[in-house]
């Protein structure tokens, strides 16, 4: 019997500490506040990866709650103010409880089977999409970049060419370190971060200038300076990839994701279909053109 009532106190005593972890404040302005049980329930709405980037990314992860604060601070004002009793204001507010509510109703209803798709069905619609799957001939390039502001005079272009030929001169050396000098002397910060690597990029999207000199490049090579209306550039050709289709293993999930989305709204459809679908509907058309005067 003690040692229940031992227990029992424990019990009591810890509650409030338990309650107050859960009501801890995250953030406030004014009387208004966003506590951390309204704040894991925000993130829990939210699927995993997401809260794996604002995990990683403290700063969003704060705007965050800013934006759930700024909700609470408008909501409070509304009340107070009374403008949430408003006819149009309800009507809008029940308007969108109703169209929650179906959301979330026919979401539930209309989930394919756990089990759905088949491998079959994706292999299936992996043949049929092909194209969709298809990825264009791709260049891997490294750039030095030198800008050349829109309507520069003659003088200012003559001297970025003559700079972008030492830094041609310089990466063709033997020896020549290109991310070195990339790094410290192109103009595109994006790649300079990168020792000026640009990832594999599509042949289609490259400037038309650039293409042209890629046609007599191979892996390793560095070109002259290339003159476009943007500047100049030093371009070393890493790596070609040829046109192709990614692989199934590459698309599996995606394709699977796509199946049971277009499953889904096929079941939507059928049951909305078969509730007020031409045969189950009968409409009062001499009303309905009353109910539009009406409005107008």
């Not at 009532?5 to 409030?16: D, E, I, K, N, Q």
Request: hydrophobic share 45%.
């Amino acid at each position: 019997m003690k040692r229940f009532l031992m227990l029992a106190g424990a019990c009591v005593l810890s509650a409030p500490l338990l309650v107050s972890a859960q009501s801890a404040v995250v953030a406030s302005a004014g009387q208004t506040s966003v506590t951390q049980a309204q704040m894991t329930s925000l993130l829990k709405s939210l699927d995993a990866a997401t809260r794996e980037r604002l995990a990683a990314d403290p700063a969003s992860l704060d705007q965050l709650v800013r934006a759930r604060l700024a909700q609470s601070v408008v909501v409070a004002e509304v009340k107070a103010k009374g403008w949430d009793q408003q006819p149009e204001v309800r009507q809008m507010v029940e308007q969108a409880e109703r169209d929650a509510l179906m959301r979330s109703y026919l979401a539930s209803i209309a989930a394919p089977a756990a089990d759905y798709p088949s491998d079959a069905e994706i292999q299936a619609a992996y043949d049929q999409n092909r194209a969709v799957f298809t990825t264009p001939r791709a260049l891997h390039f490294a750039q030095i970049y030198v800008a050349v502001a829109p309507g520069a005079d003659t003088a200012t272009r003559t001297k970025a060419h003559k700079q972008a030929d030492d830094l041609a001169r310089q990466a063709h050396a033997s020896g020549a370190d290109f991310a070195a000098l990339a790094a410290a002397n192109s103009q595109d910060k994006a790649s300079a971060s990168q020792g000026g690597d640009m990832g594999f990029v599509p042949e289609s999207v490259l400037l038309p200038e650039i293409r042209k000199a890629a046609e007599s490049m191979k892996p390793g090579d560095v070109s002259a300076p290339i003159e476009t209306t943007a500047g100049f550039h030093v371009m070393k050709l890493v790596d070609t990839r040829a046109a192709g289709v990614r692989p199934l293993a590459e698309v599996k999930d995606q394709l699977r994701a796509m199946l049971r989305r277009q499953r889904t709204q096929q079941n939507i459809q059928a049951y909305l279909a078969k509730q007020v679908g031409p045969g189950t509907v009968a409409i009062n058309e001499d009303a309905l053109k009353k109910a539009l005067t009406a409005a107008q």
